[in-house]
Structures are given as structure tokens and as C-alpha cells.
């Protein structure tokens, strides 16, 4: 009976225990690598993105708090769509986090304060 189970990742006979899938770890490590590409690179996608953000957040804000343009964010690449977390406060004013780095746009205006927020794990 062993001789009819196969490896799913190269077919190669089965030797083992009855609920064996894989003849050995590098065949079952390629399987699922193979079969959570996609998944992987996406997030692997995500994940440079934000990490860019925060770098250029943490350039930037080079004090506890700091007024930057718009155009010098977008110019250094920054992705407004891309931030880990977000907080309204009371009067209603939103800032974006990347990490510990944050944004919120001054009103009525194309300027942002960048601020830099304690991370109590």
C-alpha cells in the first residue's frame, strides 16, 4: 500500500506513516512555498511600502513634531493609501500612523504636521 501513495510535490514514492504527504522536508517546504506565492508576494508588496513611508516619515520629522509640505512627501514617494493605523480626536481632526510615525493634514491647506508617537508594547 505504501508503494500507491505519492508526494505532492514531486510523486515520488512514499515510505512512513500511513498519513504521510510528502517523501521529505524540502518537497513539503517547496509545496507550500509554491502554493502561498501569491499571497506572499503581496503582502511581501505591502509590506515595502510601508516600510518606505515610515522611512520617509521619520526623515522628515526630524523633531517631536514638524510642518511638511505635501509635495515633498509625494516627491520622496510617500503612498497616502498605505498606513498601519488611524486616530480621530474630539474635534474631529484625523491623523495616520505608519508604525510610530504620523501624519495629519493641516486644514485648509496643502501642509502636514508629522509626529512621532510612543509605542507602549
Not at 20 to 32: G, L, T
Not at 33 to 42: A, F, I, P, V
Not at 94 to 121: E, I, N, W
Amino acid at each position: 500500500m505504501d508503494a500507491e501513495r505519492k508526494c505532492l510535490y514531486c510523486g515520488e514514492p512514499i515510505l512512513g506513516r500511513a498519513d504521510k504527504r510528502f517523501c521529505s522536508d524540502s518537497c513539503r517546504n517547496a509545496y507550500h512555498n509554491q502554493r502561498n506565492r501569491e499571497t506572499n508576494r503581496m503582502i511581501r508588496n505591502i509590506n515595502r511600502v510601508l516600510k518606505k513611508n515610515w522611512q520617509i516619515l521619520t526623515e522628515l520629522n526630524t523633531h517631536e513634531k514638524t510642518r511638511v509640505h505635501r509635495q515633498t512627501l509625494l516627491k520622496k514617494g510617500f503612498r497616502f493609501d498605505f498606513y498601519t493605523s488611524c486616530h480621530t480626536t474630539r474635534k474631529g481632526d484625523t491623523y495616520y500612523y505608519v508604525y510610530d510615525q504620523g501624519y495629519l493634514r493641516m486644514r485648509d491647506s496643502d501642509f502636514y504636521l508629522l509626529v512621532t508617537k510612543s509605542l507602549d508594547v
